[in-house]
């Protein structure tokens, strides 16, 4: 029943923005460190931000720091990547990770298109 459900996605021009949000259930969401990864067609899976299961703690891939930010509501169960400034060379389909020790979840993925 461990569920990963990103939303968000879409189509924006260059240097528009979006916040992708990933919806968590089925596991203990506050004790995993919630990662966004990347993917675009033809190329490797890439690790774009995380964020720790404690403390808030966060990384960026450095293709995208300063301008995205990963944060997390664990009320809500959920963690967000906000995206601004955005490039072409961010279009890929984003996942949401959860990670604990050997646990590993992944969502479904959600489209990022930015193209003029």
């Known amino acids: 029943q461990v569920q990963l459900v990103e939303s968000g996605g879409g189509l924006v021009q260059p240097g528009g923005s979006l916040r992708l949000s990933c919806a968590a259930s089925g596991f203990t969401f506050s004790a995993y460190d919630m990662s966004w990864y990347r993917q675009a067609p033809g190329k490797e899976r890439e690790l774009v931000a995380v964020i720790s299961s404690v403390g808030g703690l966060t990384n960026y891939a450095d293709s995208v720091k300063g301008r995205f930010t990963v944060s997390r509501d664990n009320a809500k169960n959920t963690v967000y990547l906000q995206m601004n400034s955005l490039e072409t060379e961010d279009t890929a389909v984003y996942y949401c990770?959860?990670?604990?020790?050997?646990?590993?979840?992944w969502g479904q993925g959600t489209q990022v298109t930015v193209s003029s």
């Open positions: 990770n959860g990670k604990r020790r050997v646990l590993n979840y």
